[in-house]
């Protein structure tokens, strides 16, 4: 069973940044792909980015350009660094991690974004 912890979240001002920090613990693999979703209020949850075990990202077209996702030196530990923040990213951010071939999906319990001044 893998858990994931998440940190980083909080409440910055429009334009400012903040970085996002996951790490998955409960296994000695690595981890097939790694990611940030998000959930505004009365809105879906959303992909805001991810990166597989051989770094291959894929973005939402609203964060390109504004968030970095990066896996960290630590095994299995993922970053997303964001920038230029817009009060429409004020959302819930959720790590995701696939594991076992991506047999397996795993949710972090989310952490609060809100981007206001």
């Known amino acids: 069973q893998v858990q994931l912890v998440e940190s980083g979240g909080g409440l910055v001002q429009p334009g400012g940044s903040l970085r996002l920090s996951c790490a998955a613990s409960?296994?000695?693999?690595?981890?097939?792909?790694m990611g940030w979703f998000r959930q505004a209020p009365g809105k879906q949850r959303e992909l805001v980015t991810t990166i597989n075990s051989s770094g291959g990202t894929n973005s939402a077209d609203s964060v390109k350009g504004r968030f970095t996702i990066s896996r960290g030196s630590a095994k299995n530990t993922v970053a997303l660094q964001m920038n230029s923040l817009k009060p429409e990213d004020t959302a819930v951010y959720f790590c995701?991690?696939?594991?076992?071939?991506?047999?397996?999906?795993?949710w972090g319990q989310g952490t609060q974004v809100t981007v206001s001044s």
């Open positions: 995701q991690v696939y594991a076992g071939g991506y047999r397996r999906e795993y």
């Open positions: 409960g296994t000695n693999e690595i981890l097939d792909r």
